[in-house]
């Protein structure tokens, strides 16, 4: 196991499944859309619309495209 990112902060955190441990799974306030205490992770940065997590409980780095941020923008009509 990876120890945890020492820029890690509690502070930061976002609610997103681990795609390694899928901690979530049986969590009945994640399995209906609200964060819970148990199961957030460690939001260690961002790039655009992409944010970098770890998980606290398996401790699986990865990125995750969130849709929002910047990215393609449409075009201006005149």
């Known amino acids: 196991m990876l ?3 020492p820029d890690a ?3 930061r955190r976002a ?3 681990c ?3 899928r901690d979530d799974r049986d969590c009945a306030p994640c399995g209906d859309g609200r964060n819970c205490g148990d199961h957030w992770r460690y ?3 961002s790039t655009g619309g992409v944010i970098h997590l770890q998980c606290p409980t398996c401790t699986h780095l990865w990125s995750h495209e969130t849709g929002f941020g910047a990215g393609g923008r449409p075009a201006h009509l005149w």
């Open 3 to 5: 120890p945890i990112d």
């Open 9 to 11: 902060d509690l502070g």
């Open 15 to 17: 609610w997103v499944a």
């Open 19 to 21: 795609p390694r441990c």
């Open 43 to 45: 939001l260690l940065g």
